[in-house]
């Protein structure tokens, strides 16, 4: 098998499966494939993958569900959905919800690799441009002490202030939509509203500007929800 960067491929079509392991393998990448959602988590939790590829039609757990477990344990994971379905509803949900990109059923193998490898360059350039040592980081996150710092400054932040600011922050320029954002940052998504996110954001930025007055690094997308705006990008 390819030493490459390791994508894991969860698919229930053995047929498919078979294609785009090879597609993959034959252009340097390390395929594993799996054919549940269950079965996914398992080998999330042994391997560090540099993608994953999801067939939103799992026998267990559908493809979106499986999204939102594996986005939860890891962040930074890059994700394709795969989808049989021809209505759109489906690939709107997908990128809203966060994924990189959307291939629909049948699709060409080779097309497949190439959007692997455009998701993988703009996850590489993002990592380097949050690495790059030039300028310290706007925020800084202590999950040990469950604290979050602007500007080498302690914010004075509730439970879901924290939950909140720490989504952003783990990936700059991602858009949110509001209920991903409930999702993730309520003990009780159901029972929040999206006013509610978008009062909690106000009060964020509100914390934000009394540190730094000239800076609103959270930046709201009309009708689809939140960001955290990239450095170097203008305000």
Known sequence: MSAGPAVLLVEDEPAIADTVVYALSTDGFAPRWVASGEAALAAAAGTHFALAIIDIGLPDINGLELFRQLQRAYPA?????????S????????????ADDYVAKPFSPRELVARVRTVLRRAQRAAVVAGQPAAPAAFETDDERKLIRFHGTAL????????????????????????ELMERAWDDPGAAFDRTVDAHVKTLRAKLRAIAPDEDPIVTHRGMGYSLREEGREK
């Open 77 to 85: 994971l890059p994700v394709i959905f795969l989808t049989a379905r």
């Open 87 to 98: 209505g759109e509803i489906d690939r709107v949900v997908g990128l809203e919800m966060g």
């Open 156 to 179: 004075d932040l509730s439970r879901i202030e924290y939950r909140l600011l720490k989504v952003l922050v783990e990936r700059p320029g991602r858009v949110y939509s509001r209920d």
